[in-house]
């Protein structure tokens, strides 16, 4: 790790580890930024709030740490209230997270399930419907699992099953299930990642199911824009999260950065979040973006 600032040039993460899927509150410092965007000259400053997303309701899936705290975080401050989804492990850290939402005077509520089962999915969806009396107007499908492993020989089929079941099946049910109480003018946002396009060879599960997100996005939007709804996705490069010395071996974290010579904090993926949920993206539907750091891809 260097003595660089977060959001400057050269910066470079710890290497630790933990056991999936990583706590944010044992990360070793510098912990990642949620509510703190750069400035030119490398430094941060607070969120600028606009008053985006005012009585929006949101549901966000693996909400607890990394991008869908920052997300949440960033979402009560234009605004809107949210339901965080999480994994019973993650309790301390979604505790944390509505914490920090409330901070800024909006709703947060916890629900800890896993989304592996399709019936859990639906008994979210229905829940946050019974909260939101009906409303559902942003769906942030985040959660996701993945572990490095160097060779497909290596690679389980449990684990191929779990990675599919976690990152693209939820993110089907979650979708199926919320659309009845949405409306014209509601969104959903599928996070992707870099590695559908650059094919991360330690990642072959995970690349594989974010491929899948991408066509999936682009699917649902071609089907629902017809009703008034979007859908679109993200897809972030290097990320500091608990994911990265949750899964990843010491040569990858050796070499987290992208071509901006850092990785991103959360809260630069959570204002792009932030603009997919909101009406300033009003244009954009099937859409990508790809908040990576500088890596030109095909999209």
């Not at 409306?183 to 559908?196: D, K, L, P």
Request: with cysteine; aromatic share 8%.
């Amino acid at each position: 790790m260097t003595d660089k600032g977060q959001f400057e040039s050269g910066h470079k993460v710890p290497v630790t580890h933990q056991q999936f899927p990583g706590k944010e509150g044992k990360m070793p410092h510098p912990l990642p930024l949620f509510d703190e965007v750069p400035t030119p000259d490398g430094k941060s400053e607070k969120y600028k709030a606009a008053g985006k997303l005012r009585n929006k309701k949101a549901i966000i899936t693996g909400g607890d740490s990394g991008i869908g705290r920052a997300t949440a975080i960033l979402f009560a401050m234009e605004g809107a209230d949210s339901l965080i989804v999480y994994l019973p492990e993650e309790e301390d850290d979604a505790q944390e997270t509505k914490k920090r939402v409330e901070q800024y005077g909006q709703q947060c509520h916890l629900i800890s399930t896993d989304l592996r089962d399709r019936n859990n999915c639906k008994k979210v969806v229905d829940k946050a419907a019974e909260i939101f009396n009906g409303q559902i107007d942003i769906l942030f499908n985040n959660a996701a699992y993945q572990m490095a492993v160097d060779d497909i020989k290596d690679l389980s089929e449990d684990q191929w099953i779990k990675t599919f079941d976690t990152n693209i099946h939820s993110y089907f049910y979650m979708a199926k299930y919320s659309l009845p109480y949405m409306h014209r003018g509601s969104t959903i946002i599928n996070n992707a990642s870099i590695n559908a396009y650059v094919g991360k060879p330690q990642l072959l599960d995970y690349t594989a199911t974010k491929g899948a997100i991408i066509s999936f996005t682009r699917g649902l939007s071609n089907q629902q824009l017809s009703k008034g709804i979007r859908v679109n996705a993200l897809a972030p490069g290097p990320v500091w999260t608990p994911l990265i010395p949750g899964t990843m071996t010491e040569q990858m974290q050796e070499q987290f950065a992208a071509p901006m010579g850092r990785p991103a904090q959360p809260s630069e993926i959570a204002t792009c979040a932030v603009f997919l949920a909101s009406s300033d993206s009003s244009a954009l539907s099937g859409q990508t973006i790809h908040c990576n750091g500088g890596s030109v891809v095909n999209g």
